[in-house]
């Protein structure tokens, strides 16, 4: 599966924001001029059309959560035939994805540290390993680092980064057991209000 492997701090010039997709130990403002788009007439900002402007967003989504067009596509597929809004139901299952409820357990300082701890098997779901990142999390699961994980250093250092990050109410985490429950369903005012899902739903139903 293909995967981008330039620069991540160019990836959040480009959106304007910060994707998360270093670790932050350092802030993004200390590390590039995040009000900056990348390329020689950064300071420039191009005046995108309607379609461009859904485009934009969809890209940063996409970004952010670390999804490849065909899987973000087949999620909004599958979005659309859940009941209820279909935007609140993509970013839904995007949020509770593996590899993101890992992360935002604050067991990993990225999402692609996230995806790289479960691909080596160093996570447990209800007690059971699993290797795949897209497994989707229900409410009541309870997510842990497999025992012989436990002492990898790059997972203690991620939980000492995670009090420096607004800890995500829907979890409940016990660091020095190293697992976590899924405890309530993620609410649309849960997250960022950078996000403009409705752009998402506008692109794809042309």
Same mark, same amino acid.
């Given at each position: 599966?293909?995967?981008?492997?330039?620069?991540?701090?160019?990836?959040?010039?480009?959106?304007?924001?910060?994707?998360?997709?270093?670790?932050?130990?350092?802030?993004?403002?200390?590390?590039?001029? $995040?009000?900056?788009?990348?390329?020689?007439?950064?300071?420039?900002?191009?005046?995108?059309?309607?379609?461009?402007? /859904?485009?934009?967003?969809? /890209?940063?989504?996409?970004?952010?959560?670390?999804? !490849?067009?065909?899987?973000?596509?087949?999620?909004?597929?599958?979005?659309?035939?859940?009941?209820?809004?279909?935007? /609140?139901? !993509?970013?839904?299952?995007?949020?509770?994805? !593996?590899?993101?409820?890992?992360?935002?357990?604050?067991?990993?300082?990225?999402?692609?540290?996230?995806? /790289?701890?479960?691909?080596?098997?160093?996570?447990?779901?209800?007690?059971?390993?699993?290797? $795949?990142?897209?497994?989707?999390?229900?409410?009541?699961?309870?997510?842990?680092?497999?025992?012989?994980?436990?002492?990898?250093?790059?997972?203690?250092?991620?939980?000492?980064?995670?009090?420096?990050?607004?800890?995500?109410?829907? !979890?409940?985490?016990?660091?020095?057991?190293?697992?976590?429950?899924?405890?309530?369903?993620?609410?649309?005012?849960?997250?960022?209000?950078?996000?403009?899902?409705?752009?998402?739903?506008?692109?794809?139903?042309?």
């Amino acid at each position: 599966m293909a995967k981008y492997l330039g620069p991540k701090l160019k990836l959040s010039r480009r959106e304007g924001l910060d994707l998360f997709l270093k670790s932050g130990v350092r802030s993004i403002e200390s590390k590039c001029k $995040i009000d900056h788009s990348p390329g020689q007439h950064g300071l420039r900002k191009l005046r995108l059309s309607g379609y461009g402007t /859904q485009l934009r967003e969809k /890209q940063k989504i996409r970004r952010l959560y670390g999804i !490849l067009e065909r899987q973000f596509h087949n999620y909004y597929k599958k979005a659309s035939k859940l009941k209820g809004n279909t935007g /609140q139901n !993509l970013l839904f299952l995007l949020e509770n994805r !593996l590899d993101n409820i890992v992360y935002r357990m604050g067991f990993a300082s990225t999402r692609a540290e996230s995806r /790289q701890l479960i691909n080596h098997k160093s996570v447990c779901v209800n007690n059971s390993t699993v290797s $795949i990142p897209s497994y989707q999390v229900s409410v009541q699961d309870k997510i842990s680092i497999c025992e012989r994980s436990k002492k990898q250093l790059r997972i203690q250092a991620a939980m000492e980064l995670i009090k420096q990050r607004e800890q995500s109410s829907w !979890l409940d985490v016990n660091y020095k057991t190293m697992e976590g429950t899924f405890i309530r369903p993620i609410e649309r005012h849960d997250l960022s209000s950078d996000i403009n899902e409705h752009l998402i739903v506008e692109l794809y139903s042309k």
